[in-house]
């Protein structure tokens, strides 16, 4: 593993979860993908991270969950994370990458990927994973979305360097449809879920990323860039966010 994917590691593994994001959001698209919590589901979490979406899974719904992310450190931590609240029976986790799952065809009632899919791509995200999906299954993404018409300059370079498919909801629900899936529902989530849960804690670890590397040029150059994107998050909240896609594959 290079040094560099080592360093984010570290710095991201002690978080509660490793993008925007909250308990209650995930609750909410739970709810409103009509998830019932008696039905006995098989749900895969692409991109789980330490599971902050697949502990909530696991507690709220009659499920079987596949916990999936091509980083193992990560899934250990979700393994003792799991264990610590009574919920190892069921969630099991797949070190793999998202872009060659070993899943087999129509194995699955729900897709779930919370600030994760931007990894292949949105679009690509719902051609690929449509396969895994029994029909009628409901697919749950968090995807950058613009939120206003204009943006200034500043913070559209920015994100089209960072993630080129970020566009407008109005242009990811053309997505969802061109894809072929039919739109549950979407909302985007609030700032709590940047600050309170992802940058604040992130911030708050900093000191001690940067103590326990020495101070290094590598560590301090990655707490640089967390820096800026706070920033522009802060500067410019308003214009982008996270949205929270559930979406449908038809019966
Ligand atoms: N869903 C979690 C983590 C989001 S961060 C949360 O909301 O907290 C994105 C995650 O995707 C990271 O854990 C990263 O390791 C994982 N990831 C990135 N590229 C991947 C790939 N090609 N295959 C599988 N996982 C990947």
């Not at 931590?77 to 969630?91: C, F, H, M, S, V």
Request: hydrophobic share 40%; glycine share 8%; proline share 5%.
């Amino acid at each position: 593993m290079s040094d560099s994917m080592q360093l984010l590691i570290d710095l991201h593994l002690p978080g509660e979860r490793q993008g925007p994001g909250s308990d209650a959001c995930t609750e909410r698209a739970i709810e409103l993908a009509g998830l019932d919590a008696n039905t006995p589901l098989k749900i895969a979490d692409i991109g789980c991270g330490t599971g902050a979406a697949s502990l909530v899974l696991a507690r709220r719904l009659n499920a079987q969950i596949t916990a999936v992310d091509f980083l193992a450190p990560f899934l250990a931590e979700l393994r003792q994370r799991a264990a610590a609240q009574g919920l190892e029976g069921k969630i099991k986790t797949l070190c793999a990458s998202m872009d060659r799952l070993p899943f087999e065809s129509e194995q699955y009632d729900v897709i779930w990927s919370e600030g994760a899919v931007y990894n292949i791509g949105f679009e690509r995200g719902l051609a690929d994973w449509r396969a895994y999906l029994k029909p009628g299954g409901v697919m749950v993404l968090s995807e950058i979305s613009w939120l206003s018409d204009t943006r200034p300059p500043e913070l559209e370079a920015h994100w089209t360097a960072a993630y080129p498919e970020i566009d407008t909801v109005a242009n990811k629900l053309g997505v969802i449809e061109r894809q072929g899936y039919s739109l549950v529902d979407h909302f985007a989530l609030p700032e709590s879920c940047w600050m309170q849960h992802y940058y604040q804690p992130m911030m708050d670890r900093f000191d001690a990323f940067l103590a326990k590397h020495g101070e290094s040029d590598e560590a301090r150059a990655i707490v640089e860039l967390e820096h800026a994107e706070i920033e522009l998050y802060q500067r410019h909240k308003d214009r982008f966010g996270y949205v929270m896609y559930i979406v449908r594959k038809p019966a």
